[in-house]
């Protein structure tokens, strides 16, 4: 067997192991979180001052504690010994205010306070892996919240008694239908909303198919509209129609009824054949190929391009691409929840170092795909109050369903991500940050996003967990072009599903000139007042004075030219499961 062989053969080997671990880890590395433990105890050994500092501080807050625990059994109205922080809802019910679950509640934030303590500002140990010690002890001493056991919380409790204990019966019931949905591979979601008929159904037809993208142009229903279209890239981790849900808070309905052409890229469901799929492919495939497509239907415009979430850092990267090549194509560039700066990206960040994107690699080699399940278990663990226990309280515990909506339909319509792109992204863009750096490659040479001309509007989230504000705000730093910049309430995509009407939405806004002296992003804040609405309308209105009047529609599609409506919006690719 000649050595190269020999060598891929041992290589496979390692592979299937890793593999074969992985879907006992849920995709995480041993090794990763084993190197970070270590650093963590090591460190922590041979500090006795901070053993000594831990150990009177546990000694202290124990007695305080006990005091305090006399006075409140007496006293209702005995402020707290430890109030939580602003985005921790868990106590918030005033029934955790009263004896004895006051003392529960606070014998568990003490618990968590001096975790905290004991896993931070610790000398020699590596911020990402005291970041990763954090965050695990935290994840682990959620588990164990009094919120989320039927004896220790007053709601369930008190649901209980006036319920007879039918909340059980029913927390049971739910508990059987979704292992049965899971076990089955059914959603209950798809029988209220159906893609199609009551979410992603603004009228349209599929003008353009390759393996990659399905193009959906939409009809128009104004009598005339505006010359440069809009194109739209969402991003391949998630179905496109979360910009188009129902009809009162769709993006593409807005943007038509404001007299937009419209032209929305629809994304294959990678399966194992794609595993060679690359990031070069996406650019090709997917925006090439797109506006390829819309300037035979609207010749001789330029294009409003718009990216959401990885969407928009494909885009951003297409954009530096066509600028450093002398491709004036794009009339303008929006960008929605979108990095292209990952040195501050995040908790997401946790998962990402050398030897976790090693694991992960040959777990998608593996496969030919990331799976949804490791995509959505990250997501979950980030959010972990939101996403799961409280989920798991009020589903289980108590008995209640939510009342499905839209977005939560189109949350658990979930996508993959094939190999080969995916080990580049989260290599090239997430660990080395090689377009921020000028060092990622498109067609063989290297791109700078400070190449861009088009004038740039971008959207950031207040409560965003997938792309913090503070990291998109830093394409400020990146660009050398006029720049509107949004901060939104709302998180990933409910701040960007922000239609006109929609309650309690609020927006600050500021556009910085390509000569401006640069702000930080936090006094870019205090500088700026919010408002109160949707950024939709301000955003509206930046398209119409970038574009150059309006004229009649163009038509459907272009049949001499290869681009004859195929089928009807929302096409097949949205369908693939």
């Given at each position: 067997m000649p050595q190269s062989s020999l060598h891929d053969l041992k290589n496979n080997i390692d592979r299937v192991i890793h593999a074969m671990e992985s879907r006992f880890t849920q995709g995480m590395s041993p090794a990763s979180l084993s190197l970070a433990y270590l650093d963590w105890l090591i460190h922590l050994s041979h500090s006795p001052g901070k053993i000594s500092e831990l150990a009177e501080n546990i000694s202290r807050k124990t007695q305080a504690l006990a005091l305090w625990s006399t006075r409140a059994a007496v006293d209702p109205n005995t402020p707290p010994l430890i109030t939580p922080l602003a985005q921790d809802r868990r106590f918030k019910d005033p029934a955790w205010n009263t004896f004895p679950f006051n003392?529960?509640?606070?014998?568990?934030?003490?618990?968590?306070?001096?975790?905290?303590?004991?896993?931070?500002?610790?000398?020699?140990?590596?911020?990402?892996?005291?970041?990763?010690?954090?965050?695990?002890?935290?994840?682990?001493?959620?588990?164990?919240?009094?919120?989320?056991?039927?004896?220790?919380?007053?709601?369930?409790?008190?649901?209980?008694?006036?319920?007879?204990?039918?909340?059980?019966?029913?927390?049971?019931?739910?508990?059987?239908?979704?292992?049965?949905?899971?076990?089955?591979?059914?959603?209950?979601?798809?029988?209220?909303?159906?893609?199609?008929?009551?979410?992603?159904?603004?009228?349209?037809?599929?003008?353009?198919?390759?393996?990659?993208?399905?193009?959906?142009?939409?009809?128009?229903?104004?009598?005339?509209?505006?010359?440069?279209?809009?194109?739209?890239?969402?991003?391949?981790?998630?179905?496109?129609?979360?910009?188009?849900?129902?009809?009162?808070?769709?993006?593409?309905?807005?943007?038509?009824?404001?007299?937009?052409?419209?032209?929305?890229?629809?994304?294959?469901?990678?399966?194992?054949?794609?595993?060679?799929?690359?990031?070069?492919?996406?650019?090709?495939?997917?925006?090439?190929?797109?506006?390829?497509?819309?300037?035979?239907?609207?010749?001789?415009?330029?294009?409003?391009?718009?990216?959401?979430?990885?969407?928009?850092?494909?885009?951003?990267?297409?954009?530096?691409?066509?600028?450093r090549d002398g491709n004036d194509q794009m009339k303008s560039i929006s960008l929605f929840t979108a990095q292209t700066d990952f040195t501050e990206a995040g908790e997401l960040m946790l998962f990402i170092d050398e030897s976790q994107l090693s694991y992960m690699e040959d777990m998608m080699w593996d496969r030919g795909y990331l799976d949804t399940n490791q995509m959505a278990g990250a997501f979950t663990l980030l959010r972990s109050y939101d996403l799961l226990w409280s989920r798991l309280v009020s589903e289980y515990l108590l008995g209640e369903r939510p009342h499905m909506n839209d977005l939560m339909a189109w949350n658990s319509d979930s996508t993959r991500m094939p190999y080969k792109m995916h080990s580049q992204y989260l290599r090239q863009m997430f660990l080395n940050n090689d377009l921020a750096s000028g060092r990622f490659t498109v067609d063989d040479r290297p791109v700078s996003l400070h190449d861009i001309r088009a004038p740039i509007f971008s959207v950031a989230t207040e409560t965003d967990h997938v792309a913090p504000w503070h990291s998109v705000y830093k394409l400020h730093g990146l660009v050398n072009t006029d720049l509107t910049f949004v901060l939104t309430s709302g998180g990933h995509n409910a701040g960007i599903v922000s239609e006109p009407g929609h309650p309690r939405r609020s927006y600050r806004i500021a556009t910085s000139l390509k000569d401006d002296k640069y702000i930080p992003a936090d006094d870019w804040v205090t500088r700026n007042e919010p408002h109160t609405g949707s950024w939709w309308e301000p955003w509206s209105e930046w398209l119409a004075e970038h574009s150059s009047g309006r004229t009649a529609p163009p038509p459907m599609g272009n049949r001499e030219a290869g681009y004859a409506p195929i089928c009807p919006a929302p096409g097949s690719y949205v369908l693939e499961k």
């Open positions: 003392v529960m509640a606070q014998s568990f934030l003490m618990r968590e306070q001096w975790w905290h303590y004991a896993t931070t500002g610790i000398p020699g140990v590596g911020r990402h892996h005291e970041n990763v010690v954090s965050f695990s002890a935290r994840q682990l001493l959620d588990v164990f919240s009094p919120t989320n056991f039927p004896t220790t919380n007053p709601k369930v409790i008190e649901k209980t008694v006036e319920s007879g204990g039918m909340n059980l019966v029913q927390g049971m019931q739910n508990l059987l239908e979704d292992m049965q949905e899971y076990i089955m591979g059914t959603s209950r979601q798809c029988s209220e909303y159906c893609v199609g008929k009551n979410i992603g159904a603004t009228k349209g037809q599929v003008i353009y198919k390759n393996r990659l993208i399905e193009l959906i142009q939409y009809e128009p229903t104004t009598k005339d509209v505006y010359a440069e279209p809009v194109l739209i890239i969402p991003a391949w981790i998630m179905k496109y129609y979360i910009l188009d849900l129902s009809e009162h808070n769709s993006m593409v309905r807005y943007l038509v009824d404001k007299g937009h052409t419209v032209f929305m890229v629809s994304w294959h469901n990678p399966e194992a054949e794609d595993r060679d799929m690359q990031i070069r492919d996406y650019i090709n495939r997917g925006v090439r190929d797109a506006l390829r497509a819309i300037n035979s239907i609207v010749p001789e415009q330029k294009v409003h391009t718009v990216g959401y979430c990885l969407g928009g850092t494909l885009l951003a990267t297409a954009a530096a691409a066509a600028a």
